[in-house]
């Protein structure tokens, strides 16, 4: 029988910080616990965002906490073809429409207005958008529960493609995560309103879509989570187990007070006491 993945899919835009550590590790646990294989990807094509050397950073530091994965490393900017043919499929069957729109020019709507809608020939300097119908988009996520979202009055059309011709993340992840090895999503709440755009293109393709599961968020003394943008601290490499510890406090993991000092001992408990029933529904305050 073919074994399920995992995967942990961080942007080099930085180093980790604890909630970044958060979802790694229950992503790796989720996975272990099933003895399904857990992949690393890069997702690096935002070139203007990455900073040199994060990428190696953000390895060195799972490996610092213990967190292993399989097979080789995956970047984003080596799947460019995949992108492209999916583009040219889903354009095939009429879900995207070409956008010349601005920013400004689409001012501070949540959703896009449907301003291009009718533009099927490319201009320069133009966005692709994937065509959002009123449907609705249901799935059941391990930890928040089952899921519907009206698209097309939620979430609106959506960019696919930058003006910039860089793949955006609804594309590109939907086609990394429905590629076939991807059985089980998990990452941070934060991310739970991109699922169903992602989902619209996997189904569009044809893709099979993994489970999902979306956890609480560390959050800082503002109540915002914590970020690259908001400044969160980087791990401190010195102290890898106390933050596994903090993490698997966070996850509601009972190996959080297994008396030893080895990040890999701290894995093992915590892969054998691992529960998606266990983790809180609540964000939670980062430690001081």
């Known amino acids: 029988m073919k074994r399920g993945a995992g995967r942990f899919a961080p942007s080099p835009t930085g180093p980790l910080h604890l909630g970044s550590l958060l979802a790694a590790t229950a992503a790796f646990l989720d996975a272990r616990a099933r003895g399904d294989d857990w992949y690393v990807r890069l997702d690096d094509l935002d070139t203007d965002r990455n900073q040199p050397g994060a990428s190696a950073d953000i390895l060195r530091t799972l490996e610092a906490h213990g967190l292993l994965w399989d097979g080789p490393v ?19 069957h009429g879900h995207i429409f070409y956008c010349g729109c601005s920013r400004r020019e689409i001012g501070r709507n949540t959703r896009y207005p449907g301003t291009c809608r009718n533009r ?4 320069p300097d133009c966005a692709i958008r994937f065509r959002v119908d009123a449907s609705a988009v249901a799935f059941d996520d391990l930890i928040q529960g089952p899921q519907r979202v009206e698209a097309a009055a939620v979430i609106g059309d959506f960019v696919i493609r930058r003006r910039d011709g860089i793949f955006a993340y609804a594309l590109a992840t939907a086609v990394d995560d429905g590629a076939g090895d991807i059985t089980r ?10 699922t169903a755009a992602q989902l619209l293109v996997m189904d569009a393709l044809g893709l099979p879509r993994p489970t999902y ?14 970020s690259k943008q908001t400044l969160a601290r980087a791990l401190d490499l010195a102290q890898p187990v106390a933050n596994l510890r903090h993490v698997l406090v966070a996850l509601g993991n009972a190996a959080a007070a297994e008396p030893t000092d080895s990040c890999e001992e701290l894995l093992r408990c915590a892969i054998a006491r691992w529960s998606l029933d266990d983790i809180p529904r609540h964000d939670l305050p980062e430690p001081l």
């Open 185 to 194: 999503v998990i990452r941070g709440r934060d991310l739970l309103p991109h």
């Open 213 to 226: 599961g979306h956890l609480p968020l560390i959050v800082d003394a503002a109540g915002q989570k914590l």
């Open 120 to 123: 099927v020939h490319p201009t």
């Open 74 to 92: 995956r970047y984003q900017h080596q799947r460019i073809e995949a992108y492209e043919a999916a583009l040219d499929r889903v354009a095939r």
